[in-house]
């Protein structure tokens, strides 16, 4: 087994905040959808951003750099 570079782990980090962030779109998407009615030209909720992704990244990255 091998370590990984901090720039492999960026992009772990990276791939997972994306991957929140598109599962909860597609969760609440999926909700409109699955109760039978149109989705509202309305909806509140956009396809995550690359800014989305970037932003919910530093989050898990700062909770995991975490040295308490």
């Known amino acids: 087994m091998y370590s990984k570079t901090p720039y492999q782990l960026r992009?772990?980090?990276?791939?997972q905040a994306y991957n929140m962030l598109?599962?909860?779109?597609?969760?609440?998407?999926?909700?409109?959808?699955?109760?039978?009615?149109k989705l509202p030209v309305d909806f509140a909720d956009s396809y995550p951003t690359l800014?989305?992704?970037?932003?919910?990244?530093?989050?898990?990255n700062?909770?995991?750099?975490e040295t308490k």
């Not at 598109?22 to 109760?35: G, L, P, R, Y």
């Not at 992704?53 to 989050?59: F, L």
């Open 22 to 37: 598109q599962d909860n779109f597609a969760t609440k998407f999926e909700v409109v959808e699955k109760s039978g009615n």
């Open 11 to 15: 992009f772990e980090i990276f791939k």
């Open 51 to 60: 800014t989305d992704v970037i932003n919910q990244a530093n989050i898990i």
């Open 62 to 65: 700062n909770f995991v750099s």
